[in-house]
């Protein structure tokens, strides 16, 4: 009796051994691999949000790495013929920057692109001797808005996107070199920024994202 209770039990647990130690069926192997291409498309998607992976720097030559000005180029003078030129001696990064010894605008026109389009607009400025500037917008309409900052003796970071006019377009974005500063009233710009695309709302991105985790979350437990 005892050899038939060892074969019976043997029998029993035989066929759930194999079970467990042989692949799993064709199906669960792809709904598997859905799970995993769900989850890992999900975690890209929120990871996006605090991105502009999507935003392109309308600006052609934003650095002047091209070692020439154009297709910026010099604009309302106000004073008397100073000119905004490419220079090697000081740059923010890359190897060229623009300067100008006085009051003059430096600005690059491009096709209107609306104002709720643009995720970033800034610059890189530099006087040796401290001093003001105005940072210039062109809109669609042929307005215009100039912006204050205080630019001090070394590489500073300007972000003025918060400027921009709700409702508008932009349509053109430069920079005003100083007048009546200290020394030799000298302007230094590199490194500017237009970014703009069509950028996916933050709260579009968030429902995709969670969406692709329920339906991982869900093929888990129907085959798991």
Not at 41 to 56: C, K
Not at 111 to 135: F, N
């Amino acid at each position: 009796m005892a050899a038939v209770g060892y074969a019976d039990l043997w029998r029993n647990l035989r066929l759930p051994v194999l079970k467990l130690l042989s692949p799993p069926p064709e199906p669960i192997c792809q709904e598997e691999q859905m799970v995993k291409w769900c989850s890992v498309l999900a975690v890209s998607l929120l990871l996006l949000l605090g991105t502009n992976a999507f935003a392109t720097n309308v600006l052609v030559n934003p650095g002047f790495e091209s070692g020439a000005l154009a297709p910026w180029f010099n604009s309302n003078d106000f004073c008397g013929g100073c000119t905004w030129s490419v220079t090697s001696t000081d740059a923010n990064s890359g190897t060229y920057s623009a300067f100008v010894s006085g009051n003059r605008l430096l600005e690059q026109d491009f096709a209107p692109i609306p104002v709720s389009m643009i995720s970033e607009v800034s610059l890189w400025l530099k006087m040796p001797d401290t001093g003001i500037a105005a940072v210039y917008f062109l809109y669609g309409d042929s307005t215009t808005a100039e912006n204050i900052v205080t630019v001090g003796n070394s590489w500073t970071y300007f972000d003025m996107t918060s400027y921009l006019q709700s409702g508008e377009t932009l349509a053109g974005f430069g920079v005003y070199g100083c007048t009546g500063c200290p020394g030799n009233s000298l302007t230094f710009a590199d490194d500017f920024v237009v970014n703009s695309g069509a950028v996916p709302e933050p709260g579009s991105l968030i429902l995709m994202g969670t969406g692709l985790l329920g339906l991982a979350g869900a093929a888990r437990r129907r085959y798991f």
